[in-house]
């Protein structure tokens, strides 16, 4: 037993406590396997043979080793130093265990908890045969409980001396061994929690891993990328640089034919010149030859004649000198044209040599630039080689954990495919069910709305009633009374009109008195306080009233027009009393107001089933004359005539204008405007001394669900600015004068047929006498509504005018039917 442990060197280092991965032995033989030495046995073996007999000795009744000195132990480090290489190798220590990375660990943990044939299925069966823990399974410490168990086991054999036989050992240790069991589930679970954080690693390693793999494939192939472009790089260059060769070659080929060229046409000339210059000089040789011949005849024959041949001679000798000269200096400029050339052909060599030897720079640069990136492409092969190789070697550990997560991912992938399936269907059934709610809503909001609907008709009616009824009570003809305020109230003398508030309304007036002065009878000359004229209207407007005031209290009016009445409007009073301030665009008076008004009953009453048409004409009277103030004025206006028979108003030769929204109303008004500001300017202020009439008929049909009509409404409203209505003037001239006696007269006949319509006549009312009352004949008429607005300056030079006026307006409003307030007021 003895000589086996002896075999079985331990290596003395703590193993698998050493290092939190779990570690098992995979050189444990047999069932001897589990014999590792105690460390007393250990120092018992590393003493001398003679102890070791000794010891032998002992098992022979030999005194008990205990009271032999013990040898000092060595550290475990030194003894750990001193096992063979050997037993290190055929067991991981604790460094090699380190050198490991986590994967391999894990790799050898998957293996071994697996159970696959190994290092587990030896150590089991170790376990098996030397403990009897056959059935342990899952990670755990195993080689620290072998320790253990080896441990016990020996300790046991040093104090009783028994034979260490399994059996043995569960005898001893029965009551102990439970704990000794629990205290090793105790450790496997820890272990296990081990194993079980190290897989959380693990996994997490393997997405990083996976990240990196990926970031290593976008890497290669970028570097792929990056290697195919230099290459592509390289290839221009080496073709630039190939072109650059074959262009130095043959611009050397050039320099070298131009050169032979022009070296052979330098030659061929300056031999050409020689020549003729040789020949030349012959020449004049020979002639000089001839000349001393001849000057030797002549010397000879000493004649008057060769006198003059020798002078004529000497002529052409002259001429020919001269020419020669010529030729001479000829040639010397053909040679400095031929130097000028050569040198003009040197500096082309020399430039072209220049440029030959920059190509050959550039050659150079290519060169050195082709090598560099070459030298580049070789280093990005080779840096993407290895990442290549770093790549498939990751590839090769990561492979198992990708193909792992794949599994993960694809099992997710089908779940999430089913939660979407799922998810669809629910949203499909949501859909139909807010559809059907929706289709229910909607049901219900129809048939409110249709109740609303038909409510609101009743209630429409109602009102329309109530509204005929109030109307009625005002009376048909009403009358109000607007004061101008004064331009300036500092220094302006004005009128004191005493105001009298409504007994209806406390913050409106209804009336007001002027005081007046007579002359004392028994004092003449002298002024008293006379009776005060007072005057009741239905309203009063004061100087601190606004355009928006009049309109708030006339829009009813305007709102029975809607209903199918017949209404006019006009505005009286003496010229620049505001008439036109109060009815007109310009103020944004009743005529812009109207216009808001009627369009947006338009749209109202179109809720209600109402279709309205609104068409439109502008008028002026002048002269007792109609004309269209919406017709050029070029060209002289003709009048018109108004057609004295039917119900409704119309006018010979002249059609309405269908205004289908308020835009074209406005523009209407705009037009009208316009013209009679323009024959104003043409005719001395003519607008002063004619009526205008704004037309707007405006019919409603009602149809019920089948389309058919059920309910009629013709209304008419005539807005009218009256002339001014002093007294003619003969002072300023005649033309005003006539003009002046004819506005009178028109406006006294309105009163008359107002006085006739007031008393209660319907027939032999005599309307057609002026323009005026035959154009306001059919509102005028039967259950037609007239509002007359008497305007008055407040100026006390005006009172007189401002008096008549009132008077006139009160008169208005003594006949009116039907109503109270200032009627009677009025009467009393
Ligand atoms: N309520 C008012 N507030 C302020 N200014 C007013 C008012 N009424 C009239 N005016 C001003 O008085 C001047 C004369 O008014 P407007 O032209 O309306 O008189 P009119 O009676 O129409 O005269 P005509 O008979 O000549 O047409 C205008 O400059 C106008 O702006």
Redesign the pocket.
Known sequence: MEGESLQHKPTGIPKAASTRIPQFSSSVSGANGLHEMTNSQSNVRSQPMSSISAMNGLKRGVPTPAIQPEPKRKPLSEQAGEFPAKSTASQPTSRNVRSMTLKDIGRSNHTSINGAPGSRHTSNSSYSSTNGFAYSVGPCNRPASRQRISHNRARSTTRTGRPATSMGTREEGNGSNVSEIEEKIGKMDTEFQKVKEFMTMTEKDSAIAKEELEMLKKRAVSLEDQRNNLQAERAQLLDRLADAERQARNLNIDIQDQQRRHDKYCEELIADHQKKITAKVDDYEHQMDKVAKLQQEFEEKCGAEAESRLENLSHENKDLRSALERQRRDHEHDVHLLHDDLERQSRRIRDMEEKLRKAEEDQRALQTDIDDNVNTIKRLRKRAEDAEERLSKDQGHLGGQIKSLSQLLDSSSTRIQSLEQEHKATQSDYQRKIQEVEVAAQKRIDEETKLLRDRLIKEEERRHKLFEQVQELKGNIRVMC?I??P?DPESDALIRFNPRMSELDEEKIDGVSIPTEREDFREPGKMIPGKPKEFNFERVFD?H?T?KDVFDEISQLVQSVMDGKKVCIF?Y??????????M?R??DGIIPRTQDMIFSEVDRLKALGWEYTVEGSYLEVYQDKLYDLLASRNSKPEPLSVDPIGEDLNIKGHSFILLQEERDLDEMVRTADNNRHTAATAMN?R??RSHSILVLKIRGTKTNEDGEIVKTRKGTLNLI?L??SESPDKARGDQIYKEGVEINSSLSYLRTVLSSLGQGKTEGVDFRSYTLTQLLRPSLGKGCRTLMFV?VSPLKENENETIRSLEFARDAQKVKMGGNGGAAKNRK
């Open positions: 607007r101008k305020p331009a100087d009233c355009n505005c009073g003496q010229t620049g009393s505001g008439k036109t301030f109060t007109s310009k103020g202020d607008s002063s600015d002339a001014g305007m």
